[in-house]
């Protein structure tokens, strides 16, 4: 089943990560890369430490940054489709 | 019975049964760090078939490098150990200058250092390395510093380590400057009296005894080196990501993942310890007193 505002989604184990100025850079030891986030990117990292639904995501994210409640959930939407897709999230439902 | 010799090379005490004549003597009391030895070297990797390239296939403890017929094979192993099956003809210049380059690299690479494809030179704002691609003027950098007074700790290959603060710092290297002939002449070297590298034949070495750090200095800055079509020096300051992926462009070697996980911490820390800038300079002039003076001011 694919990603939906209703998945719980969380980070994928034993991924290495650190702060670099503002962003945060994560060892993706699968594909031998590094993915980096921004100040945005890298809230949404700290929220899915433990299972969270993506719904729930999208409201903080909304009381946190500018932006209309379409437009960000149709952010967090693609931006955690990306990260499922390089293997650093999964959806536990 | 065979002649070894001792030589001390990156920290490291190195037992080879060739000359290196370029290289700093072990002292006498200290312990051998690794031992090169002849011997029979296979063309393969027996754990590992596939190659990287045609010249090495490696494993995290283990590299095999083909050199070519006239030079031979070298397999290094746990950082420790090189078994050599040298060509007949082989010489030993040329022995040696592959210990002072890929060698002593994977020894160190395997042993957990990062190594960058770089220079550095200590300026009284502390070690400042400059990497890029070749021709990008790592070495004319440096040599130019020199003769504004800095020292030198490494040229080409440089070895990053924690020290004990926890801090990343620069190993000393090799004392000498791999120079293009043309820099050379410009510097006032005397091109008949410097040997060539017989690695890199467009480059003659000068040695540098003199003005070698001999001891490990905190690293506080990193420029990448390049050209582009304007006509003046300029200089742009990295961050974030731009500042891993600039380090990853200066690898001596790509990391293997398991590499990548032990380096992880290092580069990290290196990434939020120094500053990292670009400098472009003009492909149509000769520009390195502005380059200098742009790392002298920081």
Known sequence: ?93 | MRVQYRYLLYELIVETPFPCPMLQPAPLNGVTDVVIIDGVVSGVLEDRQESDSILWTETPARLLLRAGSRVGRFLIEEGVRVTLERASDVEDEMLAAFLSSWIIAALLRQRGTLILHASVAVTPRGAVAFSGLPGAGKTTTLAALLEQGCKMLADDITVLRFNKEGAVVVLPGISKLNLCEDAAVRMGYDLSKLPRNPRLGIKVMAPQNDAMAWEPAVLKAIYFLCRHAEEEVTCQTLRGQEKFSALQESMYWALLPEQQRGCFKLMTTLINQVSFSRIARPESRYTVNEVVETILCG
């Open chain 1, 1 to 93: 089943m694919g990603m939906q505002l209703s998945s719980n989604v969380v980070r994928t184990e034993g991924m290495m990560t650190a702060r670099v100025d503002e962003d945060i850079v994560i060892l993706n030891i699968s594909t031998n890369s590094y993915v980096s986030l921004d100040l945005v990117g890298r809230r949404i990292w700290e929220l899915i430490e433990k299972s969270i639904r993506i719904e729930e995501v999208s409201q903080i994210l909304f009381r946190e940054f500018q932006g209309t409640k379409e437009e960000i959930i149709t952010d967090v939407m693609i931006f955690l489709t990306e990260l499922e897709g390089d293997g650093l999230v999964r959806v536990v439902d």
